[in-house]
């Protein structure tokens, strides 16, 4: 391929926009290699995050302005990033990201699972770790509710696999109608076993599914446990606006970056008449991203078909992948996994500096 032949194909794909790293496929060093033999091209796109979903529309455009018969291979290459206070990142897990909210009620732990089946439809490997001690729902919500982990050893566990996710929860070790009747240190020291001692397998994003609240879960994690980064879930409603901005303070405090807000509930669409109405408010979600300067990652409305769903063990990604709401669960996977993938990656380990002094 001569140096023209190059440029021109290099040309034809600065374009191309990235939907959500914002910069043309070259710009972004999305393409890794370009070839011409005669009249065959190809060009090979690797991508820092999961992006399944838009490569049918990257085609597209990419055919339009290289022609249809240029092939096209598309790859993903997702790095582990840095957690907060340099604590080292987890065996087989490259990416932890926290799930949480400041109340309880919001969908917090419904908006979890679905974005961890999004962000595996995506093309990525998904683990859910929930971290709800009090209140584990991740059993029901994945269809394995009953289920015990496979123990190795003294002292470790598989994770349970359910629709292609691992996870671990405390309601795999306890029966279902016994209550946790433990103060914070339990709590804390719990957490922290069932996250280092399941043995996660080469897992790109770990979902934590946070209780409520700002206490010794979040503490516990905020030092034990290396964090990429936060999703915040909220509704509209005042009341959960004003507990979503304690949940973002605590995780700027403990230098854990918030990746964005996912409102919840932000619509309820009748089901009868079609009729859209804001029953806990609106814009609630974009006046909290513009006062933290983070992103809307996306709103969902409040379905009864998803809340049916995820209580049958079959969430709606799954159930029902061509709906609108599984589509927007997919666009805010693919928003989280970018806006990682653009921040600074896991430094390697650091060698002490050594000094030799002379007597």
């Given at each position: 391929m001569t140096a023209p032949e190059q440029a021109q194909v290099e040309a034809a794909l600065q374009q191309i926009q990235d939907p959500y790293l914002k910069q043309d496929l070259v710009a972004a060093d999305i393409v890794k290699a370009v070839s011409v033999d005669g009249d065959k091209r190809k060009v090979s796109l690797e991508f820092p995050y999961p992006c399944a979903g838009i490569q049918a529309d990257l085609t597209a455009q990419i055919q339009a302005v290289l022609g249809d018969d240029v092939e096209i291979e598309f790859s993903t290459n997702i790095q582990p990033?840095?957690?907060?206070?340099?604590?080292?990142?987890?065996?087989?897990?490259?990416?932890?990201?926290?799930?949480?909210?400041?109340?309880?009620?919001?969908?917090?732990?419904?908006?979890?699972?679905?974005?961890?089946?999004?962000?595996?439809?995506?093309?990525?490997?998904?683990?859910?770790?929930?971290?709800?001690?009090?209140?584990?729902s991740q059993g029901l919500m994945l269809g394995v509710e009953g289920q015990r982990p496979e123990p190795v050893g003294d002292k470790h566990m598989k994770p349970v696999v359910s629709h292609g996710i691992q996870s671990?929860?405390?309601?795999?070790?306890?029966?279902?109608?016994?209550?946790?009747?433990?103060?914070?240190?339990?709590?804390?020291?719990?957490?922290?076993?069932?996250?280092?001692?399941?043995?996660?397998?080469?897992?790109?994003?770990?979902?934590?599914?946070?209780?409520?609240?700002?206490?010794?879960?979040?503490?516990?994690?905020?030092?034990?446990?290396?964090?990429?980064?936060?999703?915040?879930?909220?509704?509209?409603?005042?009341?959960?606006?004003?507990?979503?901005?304690?949940?973002?303070?605590?995780?700027?405090?403990?230098?854990?970056?918030?990746?964005?807000?996912?409102?919840?509930?932000s619509t309820h669409i009748c089901s009868n008449c079609g009729h859209t109405e804001h029953i806990f408010g609106e814009?609630?979600?974009?006046?909290?991203?513009?006062?933290?300067?983070?992103?809307?990652?996306?709103?969902?409305?409040?379905?009864?078909s998803i809340r049916k769903q995820v209580d049958a063990g079959n969430p709606t990604v799954l159930s029902d992948p061509d709906s609108a709401e599984a589509q927007i669960y997919r666009d805010i996977a693919r928003k989280v996994a970018a806006i990682l993938a653009k921040r600074g990656k896991a430094a390697p380990a650091a060698f002490p500096n050594i000094s030799i002094e002379e007597d």
């Open positions: 990033h840095a957690g907060q206070n340099q604590l080292p990142n987890m065996a087989s897990v490259k990416n932890i990201v926290a799930v949480a909210s400041g109340k309880g009620g919001v969908g917090k732990s419904t908006t979890t699972v679905n974005l961890a089946l999004a962000m595996a439809a995506e093309g990525a490997k998904v683990g859910i770790m929930d971290a709800d001690i009090y209140g584990p671990m929860s405390m309601s795999y070790l306890i029966d279902e109608n016994t209550p946790m009747v433990w103060r914070g240190p339990m709590v804390a020291g719990a957490l922290q076993q069932l996250m280092t001692q399941t043995l996660w397998e080469d897992l790109d994003y770990l979902f934590v599914d946070m209780p409520p609240g700002t206490g010794d879960v979040q503490l516990t994690l905020s030092q034990k446990v290396p964090v990429a980064g936060a999703v915040v879930v909220t509704t509209p409603q005042d009341i959960a606006l004003l507990d979503a901005k304690k949940g973002v303070e605590m995780f700027r405090k403990v230098d854990i970056p918030v990746l964005g807000v996912v409102e919840n509930m814009g609630g979600g974009e006046r909290i991203s513009e006062q933290y300067d983070t992103e809307l990652l996306g709103n969902l409305p409040l379905s009864l």
